[in-house]
């Protein structure tokens, strides 16, 4: 009976650690026509901007990890960018995969990091990247995502310590992800 009992407070034990881990308090984010879960409340900025190509908006959800947390990553993103109509050429390989090289470029040199791997994903047939970048020497693994959709691009990314960065959390942010 003793032992029964001591089996069940473990039980008790490692499911309230489980729960704790992969917490339900999440919170929907949701603009235009994609929404996002994030563990907590993002802060959120938007820009606009006249480049060459014409008017690019760009609008940013940022959480960052408490350090008290246990959570292994650190931080959450999601970047919404508005290309002019037009611009995006998603029937045409060449100019795709010229696009997705700059982003994985950007998104590497934007977090002083080194190229890991990366390989071609995609979102409901929409065409897409992931890639891994080591952040300033082992500190940190960024994991980041790119989709296209119509004439707007999607960066996901979520950083962990190494060794880490494959977790529970990452999957349901990314996971949770959805254009209509």
Known sequence: MKKTSSNLICIAFVIVTLLAFISNDWILIKKDNYHILFPGNPTKDSVNSETKIGKVTVFSFIYESPENTTDSN??????AMDYPPMFIKIDNPEFLRGFFDGLVNGGVKEVNGTFIEGKDISYKNNPGREIKVDHDKGTAI???????????????????????????????????????
């Open 74 to 79: 650190l931080l959450y993103g999601l970047t």
């Open 142 to 180: 960024v994991t980041m995502r790119f989709y296209i959709v119509k004439d707007k691009v999607f960066s996901l990314q979520t950083i962990a310590f190494p060794g880490m960065d494959r977790n529970a959390n990452s999957r349901k942010f990314f996971d949770s992800f959805e254009v209509e």
